[in-house]
Each structure stands twice: as structure tokens, then as C-alpha cells.
């Protein structure tokens, strides 16, 4: 499946525990004040990527990495393509993050991106807020943002960073 891909980082260790390779997806609606990737707002942003491509470059990356991050953008904007690279990620035994400007209980509204939760294993939800920086956890931008650890979509713990 197509995927618009706004960048890609082979290996991280700032978008979630671990060395990690990151999916930066095209297309968010929020316009937070304050967004770090604001070209990556715009849903043409970026290249059309077939997901197995994407899968490839992960791959060259283990076993060094621990995990897979998305990013964006907002992931949750393509729900079917990420599913697809998410679920191939977790086959190859990799944990799987994901940043997202919705709250968890908004995604459970939408059957395709409900569906996509089952794939995660940690959710950063919520919209970056420019003036909750100061108190954030480790790996969220603002305080508000919730990391939640899920099985099979539904929320387990909260994170312990
Ligand atoms: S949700 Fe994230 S990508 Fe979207 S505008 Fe806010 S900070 Fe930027």
C-alpha cells in the first residue's frame, strides 16, 4: 500500500525508548503553535512511498535498532498503510511507537484507526501545547500528551519512562 513518507531516520534515540528508526507520515490538520515539523503538516508533503519499501529500509537497520517510531504529521491520518507497516514491523519482532495529535479516546471513534491501536505497543497522544513544554515527560512535547502502553489496542499501563 501507498504511504506519503514526509522522512525518515535510520536510527533515534529521542522519539521513544531505545534505539529506534523512525516513519515521519505526511498530513496533520491541527496547526499547533509551536509544531516542530510544520512542513509535515501539508498531506502532499514528501515522497509516495510503497510501504514494503519502507519495510526495507527498516529492515537494514537490524538488528541495531530495538523499535519503530511514527511520526508525522499525524500517522493516524493514513490508518490502513501504517497498519500494514506497522503489523510487518511487529512480525519481525520490533516494538512500535507512535506520536499522535489525537487522544486515544477520539481514535477509538473510528473503526480504521481503532484498528491500527492493535498494531502499537506505545502511544504519545494528544496535540503539542507551546505553553505545557516546561513539565513534559521524557519523550512527549508538552505535558498534556499521554504515553500510554497498549495490548492489542487497549490502554495496559501508563509508560514508565
Ligand atoms: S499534532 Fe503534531 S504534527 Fe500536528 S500540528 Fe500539532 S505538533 Fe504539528
Given at each position: 500500500m501507498k504511504l506519503q513518507v514526509a522522512g525518515f531516520l535510520d536510527n533515534s534515540l529521542v522519539n521513544g525508548k531505545g534505539l529506534r528508526s523512525v516513519v515521519f507520515l505526511s498530513g496533520c490538520k491541527r496547526n499547533c503553535?509551536?509544531?516542530?515539523?510544520?512542513?509535515?503538516?501539508?498531506?502532499?508533503?514528501?515522497d509516495e512511498v510503497d510501504s514494503s519499501e519502507v519495510l526495507e529500509r527498516i529492515k537494514s537497520n537490524i538488528p541495531l535498532i530495538k523499535g519503530v517510531t511514527f511520526s508525522g504529521g499525524d500517522p493516524f491520518e493514513q490508518p490502513q498503510g501504517v497498519m500494514e507497516l506497522a503489523k510487518a514491523v511487529k512480525e519481525l519482532n520490533l516494538n512500535v511507537w507512535c506520536y499522535t495529535g489525537y487522544k486515544y479516546e477520539e481514535l477509538l471513534e473510528d473503526k480504521e484507526r481503532a484498528e491500527l491501536l492493535k498494531y502499537i505497543d506505545v502511544l504519545v497522544d494528544g496535540p503539542f501545547e507551546e505553553s505545557l513544554m516546561e513539565n513534559a515527560p521524557k519523550y512527549a512535547g508538552s505535558s498534556n500528551q499521554r504515553i500510554l502502553e497498549l495490548v492489542e489496542g487497549k490502554v495496559e499501563t501508563k509508560y514508565k519512562v
Amino acid at each position: 500500500m501507498k504511504l506519503q513518507v514526509a522522512g525518515f531516520l535510520d536510527n533515534s534515540l529521542v522519539n521513544g525508548k531505545g534505539l529506534r528508526s523512525v516513519v515521519f507520515l505526511s498530513g496533520c490538520k491541527r496547526n499547533c503553535k509551536g509544531c516542530q515539523n510544520p512542513c509535515m503538516q501539508d498531506f502532499s508533503y514528501g515522497d509516495e512511498v510503497d510501504s514494503s519499501e519502507v519495510l526495507e529500509r527498516i529492515k537494514s537497520n537490524i538488528p541495531l535498532i530495538k523499535g519503530v517510531t511514527f511520526s508525522g504529521g499525524d500517522p493516524f491520518e493514513q490508518p490502513q498503510g501504517v497498519m500494514e507497516l506497522a503489523k510487518a514491523v511487529k512480525e519481525l519482532n520490533l516494538n512500535v511507537w507512535c506520536y499522535t495529535g489525537y487522544k486515544y479516546e477520539e481514535l477509538l471513534e473510528d473503526k480504521e484507526r481503532a484498528e491500527l491501536l492493535k498494531y502499537i505497543d506505545v502511544l504519545v497522544d494528544g496535540p503539542f501545547e507551546e505553553s505545557l513544554m516546561e513539565n513534559a515527560p521524557k519523550y512527549a512535547g508538552s505535558s498534556n500528551q499521554r504515553i500510554l502502553e497498549l495490548v492489542e489496542g487497549k490502554v495496559e499501563t501508563k509508560y514508565k519512562v
